[in-house]
């Protein structure tokens, strides 16, 4: 079936600062690609989606580009801020039985310091 | 228009007790799945339900059950209450129609199971 590899946590760091979390999958067929965010005490919030291979899912200063060659959606963010502190879920659909059912990768937990 | 909601919000259940939770999905929304979230295990799914029938199950006992009414509100139902029970409940809707779709998420309810 189909699953999702994620980067372990915590990751630490300074504001302003580059970030990047991994992500890859294994799937069969070319889901889409979903990266969620949990902010404190909260429910996950969808933060960029991509549908297909090469796409670019964009939102909030976030980028992550579905790579088929290297089954790869990795998060990037050019300049952190202290508010995206956050755990951040990637995940893929996956049929089961005809119907959809999503795998969540175990979640990074982001922290930025001032 | 307005999200999921879930209630309660937070609950305190003593062991062997048993525990409801319900879920308001979005508006013309028709799929409801549940997930649990725990530190050790992240999130992992239970049950989807759509048009009132459960049509995808995760990997739980049966003492966790569900059901779908006819406005496509949801209730979450734990019998037997055990320790390890003690997690966030979230749930997620979409309209069900297709699959690759976005799941939207309510806050939670955080259950303490003493």
Known sequence: GNSVTQMEGPVTLSEEAFLTINCTYTATGYP????????????????????KADDKGSNKGFEA???KE????H???GSVQVSDSAVYFCALPSNSGGYQKVTFGTGTKLQVIP | KAGVTQTPRYLIKTRGQ?????CSPISGHRSV??????????LQFLFEYFSETQRNKGNFPGRFSGRQFSNSRSEMNVSTLELGDS?????????????????YFGPGTRLLVL
């Open chain 1, 32 to 51: 889409s690609l979903f990266w969620y965010v949990q902010y404190p005490g909260e429910g996950l919030q969808l933060l960029l989606k991509a549908t």
């Open chain 1, 65 to 67: 580009t579905y790579r």
């Open chain 1, 70 to 73: 290297t089954t790869s959606f």
């Open chain 1, 75 to 77: 998060l990037e963010k």
């Open chain 2, 18 to 22: 048993q525990v409801t939770l319900s």
């Open chain 2, 33 to 42: 799945s549940w997930y649990q979230q725990t530190p050790g295990q992240g």
């Open chain 2, 87 to 103: 997690a966030l409940y979230l749930c997620a809707s979409r309209t069900g129609g297709k699959n690759q779709e976005t799941q």
